[in-house]
């Protein structure tokens, strides 16, 4: 104690020094450091939050994406698909009317090939039946005012023996 | 004009029978004997020579109805034997007569029938008479009308371009009386035919005439 009084220093005062030092700490601790720390820590822990529902939302958001990513990507695989579907059915389709129109064509030619040869066959079976006609007429004619009257009555024998013959 | 001939076949056969009465009690040759100079016509004696009493009283009464209402029973023998007589014997000679006895005047017709009809019996001067006051197209229709009371064989028609002979005729009636006795064919002139016949049996028709031949010719 003695040294320190030689050194200048009042023990009491040092002590009294201390002792205020002690009651400013315990002050300071109380209502300065711990509210201090606690809203640091307070605050540390709401930024943490924030970060961790930022980084949720983050994963979510890139879970999403990736969905979305993948379903884009099937979507366009499946329009593709049917893309290419309808191209093939257009392409059938196409074959078939055309198929079809050909077959109509050839149908319509043909019937206007048989139309016009039943017209020709027509006009030559009348131009045949006007002649026919002709014929007949021109030899009836020719027989009924040459035929003898002995050949008439031999006639009437003739087809009266053909019927008793045939109905017996 | 047939009711005029079956008038007439009665009244003969009732005037034949009221001579002889007892008629119907004698045997078949007693009939004959009585029969034998009866001076009725053939058809009717040989109608005499069949029927018995009772058969012939049924036929009076049938034959009496055929004259009220013109419906004869398919038995009659009576009319039967009229109809026979009609639609043969005296087709035979109508079918005899030239062609153009039509055009004749009656008093020509009349000469005509009587050089094949005899006129000495009552019968024939019923006929000459009959047939020379009508045309030959009338006599056929009537003498059918009756036969087709009986025929099988309704309508025969014999076409031809011109009149066929009177032979030939008989030898169709001979024909179709052997297939039908109650058949009457019918004559027709159609000059169309040129020759041959077209026979045409109840609908059936047979053509061998030569405007079918040319007809059917195939050119």
Redesign the interface.
């Known amino acids: 104690m003695e040294g320190l009084a030689n050194l200048g220093i009042n023990t009491h005062s040092l002590l009294i020094y201390i002792v205020n030092f002690g009651i400013l700490v315990i002050v300071l601790n109380k209502y300065l450091f711990k509210p201090v720390s606690e809203m640091i820590t307070k605050r540390q822990h709401g930024i943490q939050t924030s970060l961790d529902e930022a980084n949720l939302i983050q994963t979510e958001f890139q879970k999403k994406l990736n969905e979305i990513e993948a379903e884009k990507v099937m979507v366009e695989k499946k329009l593709n698909q049917e893309l290419s579907d309808l191209r093939s059915f257009v392409e059938t389709k196409r074959s078939e009317m055309l198929k079809e129109i050909e077959q109509q064509r050839s149908e319509m030619i043909s019937k206007a090939q048989s139309e016009v040869d039943q017209m020709k066959l027509d006009a030559f079976e009348s131009s045949?039946e006007d002649?026919?006609k002709f014929?007949?007429a021109a030899?009836?004619k020719i027989?009924?005012e040459n035929?003898s009257?002995k050949?008439?009555?031999d006639?009437?024998?003739?087809?009266?023996n053909?019927?008793?013959k045939?109905s017996k | 004009m047939i009711d005029k001939i079956i008038l007439l076949s009665l009244s003969l056969l009732l005037k034949f029978l009221d001579e002889n009465s007892d008629y119907f009690e004698g045997t078949k040759s007693d009939k004959k004997y009585f029969i034998k100079d009866s001076g009725l016509p053939i058809f009717l004696q040989l109608y005499l020579l069949e029927v018995k009493e009772d058969k012939f009283l049924s036929d009076l009464k049938d034959t009496t109805n055929y004259l009220n209402n013109e419906r004869v029973s398919s038995n009659n023998s009576l009319v039967k034997s009229i109809s026979l007589f009609l639609s043969y014997s005296l087709a035979f000679k109508i079918d005899s007569l030239p062609s153009n006895f039509d055009l004749k005047n009656r008093e020509d017709r009349e000469k005509t029938l009587e050089e094949v009809i005899s006129v000495k019996t009552e019968l024939g001067k019923l006929l000459v008479e009959y047939i020379s006051s009508s045309n030959l197209q009338v006599v056929y229709r009537e003498i059918k009308s009756l036969a087709n009371n009986f025929a099988d064989h309704k309508s025969v028609i014999i076409q031809s371009s011109h009149n066929l002979s009177v032979d030939l005729k008989q030898n169709v009636r001979e024909y179709f009386h052997k297939m039908d006795k109650f058949c009457f064919p019918i004559f027709a002139v159609q000059p169309s035919l040129i020759g041959g016949l077209r026979i045409i049996l109840d609908g059936k028709t047979v053509d061998s005439s030569y405007a079918n031949m040319i007809n059917n010719l195939k050119v």
């Open positions: 045949k002649l026919n014929i007949k030899l009836s027989v009924s035929i009257e050949a008439v009555n006639s009437f024998d003739s087809s009266w053909q019927f008793t045939n």
